[in-house]
């Protein structure tokens, strides 16, 4: 089974920054357009953006202009890198393909952006 991990989460100030890793099996990285996903409580799972394997990103109006997200094929892992953060930013945020595969979730990394 494929298995996504993600990391990089933690409690920021409203404004600061946060950037988050996903790690993936360089097979899906070739042929697999990614996504980062956030649920925040009491919500709907969300797409917050794409990319594509040669680089090309989409986001959600939500996040366009603050969130950026790249792909580093060597590495296997794609980011989010999250600047002027809200507190309606606060999810547990997830990576997967596009469209998502329901068994690729894993656990999530949780972002908190509270004063």
């Known amino acids: 089974q494929v298995q996504l991990v993600e990391s990089g989460g933690g409690s920021v100030q409203p404004g600061g920054s946060l950037r988050l890793s996903c790690a993936a099996p360089?097979?899906?990285?070739?042929?697999?357009?990614m996504g980062w996903y956030r649920q925040a409580p009491g919500k709907q799972r969300e797409l917050v953006g794409t990319v594509g394997s040669g680089g090309n990103t989409n986001y959600a109006d939500a996040v366009k202009g603050r969130f950026a997200i790249s792909r580093d094929s060597a590495k296997n892992t794609v980011y989010l890198q999250m600047n002027s953060l809200k507190p309606e930013d606060t999810a547990v945020y997830y990576c997967?393909?596009?469209?998502?595969?329901?068994?690729?979730w894993g656990q999530g990394t949780q972002v908190t952006v509270s004063s």
């Open positions: 360089g097979i899906i990285f070739r042929f697999y357009v």
């Open positions: 997967n393909i596009h469209p998502a595969r329901e068994e690729y």
